[in-house]
């Protein structure tokens, strides 16, 4: 048996003794922030009974970011692995629900990450997707190609952003041709957005020099805009386009119109999740739920603390659906 984090509750007592031993420290505020937080975002894992039996009837589609979720948060963007226990959970449930991951990174980067044929991709913050079928939706055609993948399978690709495609090679010449002179920043090309990854940069004084450095290379690009994640500079082009959009655009190409059938599930830690919780919001039942450890803001419902918690949530959900079969 591999380890299996205690649930949230198991967390709050634990958090409750804390805090009657460190009066006057600093600590107390976190904790009591955090436990009267996750009063309002209470544990997955808590309210698992609870959310199935409202899933029960209904057919569970599963959306996943990737990094900070199913993958821990590391100093270098290219060792952000997954481990095999998560690779076999996230299997399994995709034998059981529609699964896609919707990402930041490039779709290509993600699916080399994940390495499971059973899922759909949505990569660029959902502004790349590839779906066997693609919509029938005139405004999605416009941005629709047929393909043929690595296996010979038809799919269709969905790029609503690719007129700015030669702009961001253009913005990506110039980022490397200045701000890696930071000692420690990273680009990370993801196709229709870019990172600016500065984890690695040593000191607050150098990302504030990083951070301007960018701020000036996109004064003249105003059809693009900045927004941070974490220890990220994200550079994404203005299109009324987000994870939330992917979640509508991957649920109609999927067959689910219908939302009164269905329940979506998005577990996600990144701002840019915050989209696509609005939109499970928005659709009246589902469970919009976030990776955090942390008291924040957040459109989210549910909460998970890391992505331990994320595999023990995903083994039991898919133990979940065996137990109905
Ligand atoms: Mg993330």
């Given at each position: 048996m591999g380890f299996e984090p205690q649930s949230s509750s198991a967390y709050s007592n634990l958090d409750s003794i804390l805090v009657s031993d460190l009066q006057d420290n600093e600590e107390e505020q976190i904790f009591c922030s955090y436990a009267s937080w996750l009063e309002k975002h209470p544990s997955a894992l808590d309210k698992f009974e609870e959310m199935m039996s409202i899933a029960k009837l209904k057919e569970v589609v599963v959306f996943l970011d990737y990094d900070g979720t199913l993958s821990p948060i590391v100093d270098d963007p290219d060792q952000a692995h997954m481990t095999d226990a998560m690779r076999t959970a996230v299997n399994e449930v995709a034998s059981f629900f529609p699964t896609a991951i919707v990402s930041g990174r490039s779709r290509k980067k993600v699916s080399e990450f994940v390495r499971l044929r059973n899922v759909y991709y949505a990569g660029s913050h959902g502004m790349d997707i590839s779906t066997p079928k693609g919509s029938s939706k005139t405004q999605d055609q416009k941005h629709q190609t047929k393909a043929v993948d690595e296996k010979g399978n038809q799919v269709v690709h969905f790029h609503p952003a690719e007129d700015f495609l030669p702009t961001l090679k253009e913005i990506i010449q110039v980022l490397k041709e200045n701000v890696l002179r930071v000692e420690g920043s990273k680009i990370e090309d993801n196709m229709f957005c870019i990172s600016v990854h500065y984890r690695l940069v040593k000191n607050e004084k150098e990302v504030g020099i990083l951070r301007k450095m960018v701020e000036s290379i996109m004064?003249?690009?105003?059809?693009f805009h900045i927004s941070g994640g974490k220890k990220v500079i994200e550079i994404r082009p203005n299109i009324s386009w987000d994870k939330g959009c992917a979640v509508q655009y991957l649920l109609g190409t999927l067959g689910f119109d219908n939302f009164e059938k269905i329940v979506p599930l998005y577990i996600g830690d990144d701002t840019t999740d915050e989209d696509a919780f609005k939109v499970i919001r928005h659709i009246g039942q589902g469970f919009p739920i976030i990776v955090s450890s942390k008291a924040k803001e957040t459109e989210a419902c549910y909460s998970l603390r890391d992505p331990d918690e994320v595999l023990f949530f995903l083994k039991r959900l898919a133990k979940w659906k065996k137990s109905l079969v």
């Amino acid at each position: 048996m591999g380890f299996e984090p205690q649930s949230s509750s198991a967390y709050s007592n634990l958090d409750s003794i804390l805090v009657s031993d460190l009066q006057d420290n600093e600590e107390e505020q976190i904790f009591c922030s955090y436990a009267s937080w996750l009063e309002k975002h209470p544990s997955a894992l808590d309210k698992f009974e609870e959310m199935m039996s409202i899933a029960k009837l209904k057919e569970v589609v599963v959306f996943l970011d990737y990094d900070g979720t199913l993958s821990p948060i590391v100093d270098d963007p290219d060792q952000a692995h997954m481990t095999d226990a998560m690779r076999t959970a996230v299997n399994e449930v995709a034998s059981f629900f529609p699964t896609a991951i919707v990402s930041g990174r490039s779709r290509k980067k993600v699916s080399e990450f994940v390495r499971l044929r059973n899922v759909y991709y949505a990569g660029s913050h959902g502004m790349d997707i590839s779906t066997p079928k693609g919509s029938s939706k005139t405004q999605d055609q416009k941005h629709q190609t047929k393909a043929v993948d690595e296996k010979g399978n038809q799919v269709v690709h969905f790029h609503p952003a690719e007129d700015f495609l030669p702009t961001l090679k253009e913005i990506i010449q110039v980022l490397k041709e200045n701000v890696l002179r930071v000692e420690g920043s990273k680009i990370e090309d993801n196709m229709f957005c870019i990172s600016v990854h500065y984890r690695l940069v040593k000191n607050e004084k150098e990302v504030g020099i990083l951070r301007k450095m960018v701020e000036s290379i996109m004064e003249a690009y105003p059809n693009f805009h900045i927004s941070g994640g974490k220890k990220v500079i994200e550079i994404r082009p203005n299109i009324s386009w987000d994870k939330g959009c992917a979640v509508q655009y991957l649920l109609g190409t999927l067959g689910f119109d219908n939302f009164e059938k269905i329940v979506p599930l998005y577990i996600g830690d990144d701002t840019t999740d915050e989209d696509a919780f609005k939109v499970i919001r928005h659709i009246g039942q589902g469970f919009p739920i976030i990776v955090s450890s942390k008291a924040k803001e957040t459109e989210a419902c549910y909460s998970l603390r890391d992505p331990d918690e994320v595999l023990f949530f995903l083994k039991r959900l898919a133990k979940w659906k065996k137990s109905l079969v």
